[in-house]
């Protein structure tokens, strides 16, 4: 069975948003570090899951970008509960606007995801 670009995408996708959250609220030191600034770490992880579910939901791309900016949102308040974690609005600015650069790229790709009709 062969997997569509749009499926591939999918399952990467949603792949990458639980490595995301996993990341996000593990403790501290268990978090590995690039060496790259925390900002660019941030928006690299952020723009390939942006980029991933705007293959995988190509049809529908201001929802995935809405979806996936309260993804972020969450995501970040939801390290207040997480030990020796915090919440950062500078974190949530840089996580929204990479899944949103992500999700409008993924069309300009020139990239098919759905199968043509006929």
Do not use: N
């Not at 569509?4 to 948003?17: D, E, H, N």
């Not at 978090?31 to 390939?48: K, M, N, Q, V």
Request: glycine share 8%; proline share 7%.
């Amino acid at each position: 069975m062969r997997l569509s670009v749009q499926k591939t995408a999918r399952l990467v996708g949603w792949f990458l948003a639980l490595v995301i959250i996993v990341l996000s609220l593990v403790p501290p030191w268990l978090r590995p570090e690039t060496g790259l600034p925390h900002d660019l770490e941030h928006f690299i992880t952020f723009l390939a899951t942006g980029v991933a579910f705007g293959f995988g939901y190509s049809h529908r791309p201001i929802a995935v970008m809405i979806t996936l900016v309260i993804f972020a949102g969450v995501l970040e308040l939801a390290q207040t509960l997480a030990p020796g974690r915090h919440a950062r609005l500078s974190d949530f600015i840089v996580d929204a606007l990479a899944l949103c650069v992500g999700v409008a790229i993924a069309p300009l790709s020139g990239v098919r995801t759905l199968a043509p009709r006929g």
